[in-house]
């Protein structure tokens, strides 16, 4: 498999291939969870935590483990981490994990994990594995943590409400209100509003990029016309 950079695998995962915005994947928990920023902050943590960990687990193993039985033992591994992900929440964070509820056991069945296990981490080595699921868990996150920003201050006038429950009591002072007599928008919270804001992400990305493009391409058409007029310039005698 052709070497891959540190850095290309950064920008992979947080923007190039960010799994929410640009393979659609983990849409399950993302639409689901995502009505509070702390929401989407908690659950995109711990599929970090995750990530990390099964594609350092699926790496170091990947020599080990015959093609036939990959996917079972791919999966298991991934259960493993779950399993201890969730009761490290339960214990450390009770009240944010009765909330996130079934969504943290169904990390599982993320097709963003199995799908990195596949087809990244049983063909690489230990610390580029490592780099691949950082960033791929992070890219995850920004996207769970800002489409849950903006339903939560659109559908109810707030922003970091409840962060006690992951930063402890004294992060009540977090909370930011666009004050009393703002009524909310109820559709941002109800699921279609996860719809709508993950189009709209998805919609300011392709712009981002787009615009990104046609700068290249007119810096590439200025240094090209200035090639051009350097060679077709006579020597000055």
């Given at each position: 498999m052709?070497d891959?950079?540190?850095?290309?695998?950064?920008?992979?995962?947080?923007?190039?291939?960010?799994?929410?915005?640009?393979?659609?994947?983990?849409?399950?928990?993302?639409?689901?969870?995502?009505?509070?920023?702390?929401?989407?902050?908690?659950?995109?943590?711990?599929?970090?935590?995750v990530?990390?960990?099964?594609?350092?687990?699926?790496?170091?193993?990947?020599?080990?483990?015959?093609?036939?039985?990959?996917?079972?033992?791919?999966?298991?591994?991934?259960?493993?981490?779950?399993?201890?992900?969730?009761?490290?929440?339960?214990?450390?964070?009770?009240?944010?994990?009765?909330?996130?509820?079934?969504?943290?056991?169904?990390?599982?069945?993320?097709?963003?994990?199995?799908?990195?296990?596949?087809?990244f981490?049983?063909?690489?080595?230990?610390?580029?594995?490592?780099?691949?699921?950082?960033?791929?868990?992070i890219?995850?996150?920004?996207?769970?943590?800002?489409?849950?920003?903006?339903?939560e201050?659109?559908g109810?006038?707030?922003?970091?409400?409840?962060?006690?429950?992951?930063?402890?009591?004294?992060?009540?002072?977090?909370?930011?209100?666009?004050?009393?007599?703002?009524?909310?928008?109820?559709?941002?919270?109800?699921?279609?509003?996860?719809?709508?804001?993950?189009?709209?992400?998805?919609?300011?990305?392709?712009?981002?990029?787009?615009r990104?493009?046609?700068?290249?391409?007119?810096?590439?058409?200025?240094?090209?016309?200035?090639?051009?007029?350097?060679?077709?310039?006579?020597?000055?005698?």
């Open positions: 052709a891959t950079g540190y850095g290309k695998l950064i920008k992979d995962g947080l923007w190039h291939n960010n799994q929410a915005l640009v393979a659609l994947l983990g849409l399950c928990p993302l639409l689901a969870v995502s009505n509070t920023t702390i929401n989407g902050l908690g659950l995109g943590l711990a599929t970090t935590a990530l990390v960990g099964s594609n350092a687990t699926v790496s170091l193993i990947r020599h080990l483990v015959r093609p036939e039985i990959r996917l079972p033992v791919f999966v298991l591994v991934i259960a493993s981490f779950v399993t201890t992900i969730e009761l490290v929440m339960n214990a450390y964070f009770h009240e944010l994990h009765k909330i996130l509820g079934i969504f943290i056991p169904l990390i599982v069945t993320n097709c963003t994990i199995i799908g990195r296990a596949e087809a981490a049983s063909k690489n080595r230990l610390d580029k594995a490592i780099i691949d699921g950082l960033s791929m868990g890219g995850f996150t920004l996207a769970l943590v800002t489409l849950g920003a903006m339903r201050l659109i109810m006038g707030t922003l970091l409400s409840q962060a006690h429950l992951m930063f402890g009591e004294g992060a009540r002072g977090l909370t930011i209100s666009l004050g009393g007599d703002y009524q909310g928008m109820l559709i941002a919270i109800l699921p279609p509003g996860a719809f709508l804001g993950l189009g709209f992400l998805i919609a300011l990305k392709n712009l981002i990029n787009n990104i493009e046609q700068r290249k391409l007119i810096q590439s058409q200025q240094l090209q016309a200035k090639g051009e007029g350097s060679k077709g310039a006579l020597p000055e005698h």
